[in-house]
């Protein structure tokens, strides 16, 4: 049963009721629509950042974070060898209803605090400053691990297209160079500002429902044999060395979890989106539930496409789906089906680079990052935070660098989004539930429901989260190692001692309508 939205202005101002139709305390008022810039002012912070995407644009950029395009495809090698086309085809149905709980839970508090810092605000206002603090680090390391992944993956990709069309050896030396390219590219795009990223992300929506349509409507009518039903959905396969297939069936999952990440992007940009307490919370769920349905069809149609499960698995061009395109249509179909996934990871690229700079200035807002004066400028010209943009990309580049001289360093890079942005998400849940008088809901939320989607999104939050630290591959060695609970306790230890040495000077406005705009904006760092 999907929870029921409410939306309710009070008549009177002041008497507050809930959605239900009962007065409650003023603390807990259902707050109404307010004129955007009036309300980020309400919340404590100056408009500086230009608000010109529409409420279709904020839905693009978390939808594109996400693509189906880029996660399905570059994990599909994953999937097939950890449980197979069953794991893929049902772990996706059931952890897309699981992120449904998550992204509800994430989109009632985002619009009640729609401003850049997004998760690390949020967790501030409902918990204090220590809950802000790590919630902020845990999600700049997920943000920047993602760029970091996207890219690396559309150059994998790229590599393949390559391979195939000239006969170029990807090595990690030629990769590197495509990675660093794909970087230097979003960094220009991202430096012209949020009018042509929206713009850039509104043709990435159309291009993936496209693209997905495309490539499984090909695989569907060209090839002379397809995989029975019966193998696409019920096939179990085994490759990771563990003898238990629940624990494979587990780690199986972590395909579908790891393409439904992302979708904060549009809290990111909240600041930047006009009506954003309602756009930025229907971006959120709009990007998960088209997401869902958009990925199950491009799972189950690679899937049907599988001429050799073996040769795809061993797939001399790194990627398993670029070795299913070939099987199945030819050298020239294989290389157009290529290019329609690397533009969609581009696309992908582009929009996180967006979202992790608005994160980079949001933090360095309020102080929380070394050199923060730098960070947090704004181009008077396009009013974009241009060197929150550059750093973003610079840190991606130096997560991948090791991607040069050790084969599991992709996953390892894969490990910091995951690890570092999943636990991020449901922070802001859990003190939505546990301090719940203090919660004053938005326009977007979901009336009685919210406690209960909040205590089931945060318990699969920890459940995902705990999966991501299992060893993945056995035996367990050094090329094998899941890196995902080193890089979780290596930003939990920075954190803490950038804590102890800057923690003083990080300052996040509190939520006051009782309190002056120009208060604000004297207290903002």
Not at 35 to 42: I, M
Not at 121 to 143: D, I, M, P, S
């Amino acid at each position: 049963m999907t929870p029921a939205l409410h939306w309710h202005e009070p008549d009177h101002p002041l008497i507050s009721l809930d959605p239900g139709g009962r007065p409650v305390s003023p603390n807990r008022h259902v707050a109404h629509r307010k004129s955007d810039d009036a309300y980020l002012r309400e919340l404590g912070y100056k408009p500086v950042l230009a608000r010109r995407m529409g409420p279709f644009g904020n839905f693009a950029i978390s939808f594109s974070v996400i693509s189906v395009l880029s996660g399905c495809m570059t994990l599909y090698g994953f999937g097939m060898n950890t449980g197979g086309p069953a794991v893929m085809l049902w772990g996706w149905v059931a952890v897309g209803a699981m992120v449904m709980f998550v992204g509800a839970g994430l989109a009632e508090v985002t619009s009640a605090y729609p401003t850049s810092g997004a998760l690390y605000y949020q967790a501030e206002q409902l918990g204090g400053r220590k809950w802000g603090w790590y919630t902020g680090w845990l999600n700049l390391l997920g943000l920047l691990g993602a760029i970091a992944g996207i890219d690396y993956g559309a150059a994998l990709f790229t590599g393949a297209f390559l391979n195939l069309q000239w006969g170029i050896t990807p090595t990690p030396g030629k990769i590197m160079v495509i990675f660093l390219c794909i970087l230097a590219l979003h960094l220009t795009l991202n430096w012209f500002g949020v009018r042509l990223v929206s713009i850039l992300n509104s043709i990435s929506v159309w291009w993936h429902v496209g693209g997905v349509l495309v490539i499984v409507g090909t695989l569907a009518v060209v090839p002379s044999h397809h995989q029975s039903p019966q193998f696409v959905f019920g096939e179990f396969v085994n490759n990771t060395g563990w003898s238990s297939p629940v624990y494979v069936a587990l780690l199986g999952l972590l395909l579908a979890q790891y393409t439904f990440s992302g979708y904060d992007a549009s809290a990111h940009l909240s600041e930047e989106t006009t009506d954003a307490q309602v756009s930025a919370s229907r971006g959120i769920i709009h990007a998960i539930g088209w997401s869902w349905l958009a990925g199950f069809v491009l799972l189950a149609g690679l899937t049907f496409a599988i001429q050799d499960y073996a040769g795809t698995v061993g797939s001399a061009t790194g990627v398993p789906p670029a070795q299913i395109f070939l099987d199945a249509l030819g050298l020239t179909g294989a290389k157009l089906l290529l290019l329609v996934v690397i533009v969609a990871q581009l696309c992908c690229g582009n929009a996180e680079t967006a979202a992790a700079s608005r994160m980079v200035f949001a933090f360095s807002r309020d102080g929380a990052l070394p050199g923060s004066a730098l960070w947090r400028d704004i181009d008077s010209r396009t009013g974009t935070p241009r060197k929150a943009v550059l750093l973003a990309v610079v840190c991606a580049a130096l997560l991948a660098l090791p991607s040069l001289y050790s084969p599991v360093a992709y996953a390892a890079i894969t490990s910091i989004n995951v690890i570092g942005i999943t636990p991020a998400y449901a922070i802001p849940i859990f003190l939505r539930v546990k301090n719940r008088d203090r919660f004053r809901p938005g326009p977007w939320n979901l009336g009685s429901w919210g406690v209960i989607v909040g205590v089931v999104a945060v318990m699969w939050v920890v459940f995902v989260t705990v999966l991501f630290c299992l060893p993945q591959t056995a035996p367990v060695s050094v090329d094998t190692f899941n890196y995902a609970p080193v890089a979780l306790a290596v930003v939990l230890l920075l954190a803490s001692v950038w804590w102890r040495k800057q923690g003083s000077s990080y300052e996040v406005p509190a939520h006051s309508s009782d309190r002056s705009a120009s208060a604000y904006e004297e207290e903002v760092v």
